[in-house]
């Protein structure tokens, strides 16, 4: 069975903040011998290449860690395997640490006698004795005993400490960017859920409303010809907006009250003057933008379950706008044939859903059935 591909993530693709802080760590390894080291005393040529044999096999470490070690063991299969890269990057600093103990014993064996020890052995003459006499006391007796003088850290441990704090660097730097990089996936992913979500609730409100719509005109068709084409022409217009004014995903909330205008206006054409339909709208309707076919729903239900043709009915709608907020109640009868103790259906289960996805827990829904009314009441943001 093929591998699966590994993930973006998990590519060897360097972002520009991991670039420049990488390169200012080399900066430091590489100047801070010629900053604080012997190099800085000595320019000599064996001074200025001598801190260059350590960052040797610090590079071997952190480009084996970095493109094979991380890609390809910590993070193969999606979830990081922890253990099996931690004992990885173990075995490799231990085999560069040893290799480089190897390859530089030789070097450390060579004995160079210091310039006082090739003084003296070029010299035909001894050097004289000391002196013995009252003023020779002191050199006789030995000084007295000081701290105990300790040799420089062996430039292996070195290596070794500095291999250990680049990996755990490397590798933390990785998991960071990693991190970013998921929540940055995760909240893309959230979105583009949330816009197919919407899109499929919306195509379901929008044919079960034109339905609706298309039955009330031809009702009124036999009725009063003229108002039918006047009726007609309204639709037209209710669908080009749904067509393309709301294609964004927002619309303007003068728009959306126009448009529920219109399909009030529409209801009230198809039944006569014994059912009450009020509808009532700000004057002044700021600059704002809302998601399309919000009220539509809920305004739809009260007339499908809050007329009755037998008995006087209403349905009021009301909307208002106060401190950035819009407030939709819509007040309805029951019919006889209409709503159970327990409201349902699809378009509130649908405008519940949308709800939930644009606005989390900033909205307000409220549902009361008192057994005579039908009461709704929205509470949104904008």
Do not use: C
């Not at 693709?13 to 200012?24: A, H």
């Not at 100047?31 to 040529?45: C, K, M, N």
């Not at 728009?255 to 700000?282: A, G, H, Q, T």
């Amino acid at each position: 069975m093929k591998d699966k591909p590994m993930p973006s993530h998990t590519k060897n693709r360097m972002s520009s903040f991991e670039v420049l802080l990488i390169s200012v760590v080399w900066i430091v390894l590489i100047s801070a011998p010629f900053l604080f080291g012997d190099a800085a005393d000595d320019p000599s040529w064996r001074s200025i290449s001598k801190p260059f044999e350590s960052l040797i096999p610090l590079a071997v470490v952190f480009f084996v860690n970095r493109f094979l070690l991380v890609p390809f063991i910590l993070f193969r299969g999606g979830a990081p395997n922890y253990l099996r890269y931690i004992l990885s990057a173990v075995a490799l600093i231990l085999v560069v640490v040893t290799a480089f103990i190897l390859i530089s014993k030789p070097a450390q064996g060579n004995f160079q006698p210091s310039p006082q020890q090739r003084q003296s052995q070029q010299s035909p003459h001894p050097p004289p004795p000391p002196q013995l006499g009252p003023s020779s006391n002191s050199s006789i007796n030995p000084p007295p005993p000081g701290p105990e003088q300790r040799g420089p850290i062996p430039l292996y441990v070195n290596v070794l400490i500095f291999s250990i704090l680049l990996v755990g660097f490397d590798t933390g730097l990785r998991l960071s960017v990693k991190l970013v990089g998921s929540e940055q996936e995760k909240v893309k992913l959230e979105k583009e859920k949330m816009e197919t979500q919407l899109t499929i609730l919306k195509n379901q409100v929008s044919p079960h409303f034109f339905m609706n719509t298309l039955n009330n005109i031809h009702a009124l068709i036999d009725i009063n010809t003229t108002e039918a084409k006047e009726a007609v022409i309204r639709l037209s217009n209710m669908m080009r907006y749904l067509l393309y004014e709301t294609e964004s995903g927002k619309t303007s909330l003068s728009s959306e009250l126009e448009f529920v205008r219109s399909y009030v206006d529409l209801m009230k054409i198809r039944y006569s003057e014994n059912v009450i339909i009020n509808l009532n709208i700000p004057e002044r309707i700021p600059e704002k933008q809302i998601p399309p076919f919000l009220f539509t729903s809920l305004i739809e239900n009260a007339f499908k379950h809050g007329i009755s043709y037998k008995a006087k009915s209403f349905v009021i709608v009301d909307i208002a706008i106060d401190d950035n907020r819009l407030l939709l109640a819509v007040k309805n009868s029951i019919a006889s044939q209409g709503i159970k103790d327990s409201p349902s259906g699809i378009g509130i289960d649908n405008t519940r859903k949308r709800l939930d996805l644009l606005y989390g827990d900033k909205y307000h829904l409220d549902i009361l059935n008192d057994g005579t009314e039908f009461n709704v009441n929205l509470s949104i943001p904008i």
